[in-house]
């Protein structure tokens, strides 16, 4: 099965800073990629597909880049209703695997 | 509103059974496969099980395969998730997903918890 890896683990940013978040994949996912935020308390939400689509109604300092089994997810303005933990998805084929998570804090 | 509602969670020991359910709204059920994802107390989110639009075929993830059955009733527009021999380690709130079509899992329920206890 595919290994997701996410790094970092957590990071503490501030208010206006642009923020990377990596995802890798141990085997290519055919950029079968998704990200997504989950806030303290709430279902996880989609953010981007197909590694880098924004999903609608999603802000455009949200991004995502990558392909083959390096992907990146940046926030180009933290703000603070970002707060969140962020997941990556491989969903090319099962197992629909997902990272271990990002915790993004204010600072 | 396109909606998916998950029941069934509940207390139970260690050993025993529980079965989820999760009711579609708002959307052609039988067209989709759907997911289970479940995530443990202040834990990351850990993809479990699929089954495909019609029911033929489905997959589970190595932590649950042998103990979780996932089936569904389009009739109904309802997904299940037939859980036994339950563990400490399966207590987490479980969700299920679907893209509706869509690329990723666009469509959430708002989880149903389930605590292993005796």
Known sequence: DIQMTQSPSSLSASVGDRVTITCRASQGTDNYLAWYQQKPGEVPKLLIYAASTLQSGVPSRFSGSGSGTDFTLTISNLQPEDVATYYCQKYNSAPFTFGGGTKVEIK | ?118
């Not at chain 2, 529980?18 to 959307?27: E, P």
């Not at chain 2, 089954?51 to 103990?67: H, L, M």
């Not at chain 2, 979780?68 to 527009?77: L, V």
């Open chain 2, 1 to 118: 509103e396109v909606q998916l509602v998950e029941s069934g969670g509940g207390l139970v020991q260690p050993g025993g059974s529980l079965r989820l359910s999760c009711a579609a709204s708002g959307f052609t059920f039988s067209n989709f496969a759907i997911h289970w994802v479940r995530q443990a107390p202040g834990k990351g989110l850990e993809y479990i099980s699929s089954i495909s639009n019609t029911g033929g075929t489905s997959y589970y993830a190595n932590s649950v395969k042998g103990r979780f059955t996932i089936s569904r009733d389009n009739s109904k527009n309802t997904l299940y998730l037939q859980m036994g021999s339950l563990r400490s380690e399966d207590m987490a709130v479980y969700y299920c997903a679907t893209g509706g079509g869509a690329d990723g899992f666009g469509i959430w329920g708002q989880g149903t918890m389930v605590t292993v206890s005796s």
